[in-house]
């Protein structure tokens, strides 16, 4: 099971909106709506963002959101904010074989 | 508030073994599906292992299978990974995370680092 492809970087100026994709295939992604995003911070361990998709958990600000066309998930950071600068991750169940499948990871920068 | 604590990371040789332990506070750990997540040094997140809240169900990712076992002791709220047949290709911090990837890891150990060097 290969992992999921989101583009390496993404960046944005404070205020501004910064969009992460995350394609895989009808056997991940596509097929399921078990899609989740990840922040990790440098050291850090990672922290779940978003859940189902475009489920936010408690505690998430609102300018984090999720959404789904066919194989590609995507994650939107509105109002970028200087500690939204981390890696993120998407990730998706992948059926009863190979369970999840993690995404390559998109270092996002505030300029 | 929920923790995760791992331990028994290390240095092995090829071929060795290391079992490492999650300790878990916070929460009913016995009601929790628990996962084994790993992060080789500056490269991305891949799923290792999942236990179901009994233990009766249990999946391992290819590249572990046959070589990793993960268990729980619910008693005492542990999760525990034994690696055997260590390769260079397992160098990674190992992360203990609850829940399924279904509805997402929504808590996260510090992790432990584990070095497979001769």
């Known amino acids: 099971q290969s992992a999921l492809t989101q583009p390496p970087s993404a960046s944005g100026s404070p205020g501004q909106s910064v969009t992460i994709s995350c394609t895989g295939t009808s056997s991940d992604v596509g097929g399921y709506n078990y899609v989740s995003w990840y922040q990790q911070h440098p050291g850090k361990a990672p922290k779940l963002m978003i859940y189902e998709v475009s489920k936010r958990p408690s505690g998430v600000p609102d300018r984090f959101s999720g959404s789904k066309s066919g194989n590609t998930a995507s994650l939107t950071v509105s109002g970028l904010q200087a500690e939204d600068e981390a890696d993120y991750y998407c990730s998706s169940y992948a059926g009863s074989t190979t369970l999840y499948v993690f995404g390559t990871g998109t270092k996002v920068t505030v300029l | 508030q929920v923790q995760l604590v791992e331990s028994g990371g290390g240095l092995v040789k090829p071929g060795g073994s290391l079992r490492l332990s999650c300790a878990a506070s916070g929460f009913t750990f016995s009601d929790y599906y628990m996962s084994w997540i790993r992060q080789a040094p500056g490269k991305g997140l891949e799923w290792v292992s999942y236990i179901s809240s009994s233990g009766s169900t249990i999946y391992y990712a290819d590249s572990v299978k046959g070589r990793f076992t993960i268990s729980r002791d619910n008693a005492k709220n542990s999760l525990y990974l034994q690696m055997n047949s260590l390769r260079a290709e397992d160098t990674a911090v190992y992360y203990c995370?609850?829940?399924?990837?279904?509805?997402?890891?929504?808590?996260w150990g510090q992790g432990t680092l584990v070095t497979v060097s001769s």
């Open positions: 995370a609850r829940g399924s990837g279904s509805a997402g890891f929504d808590y």
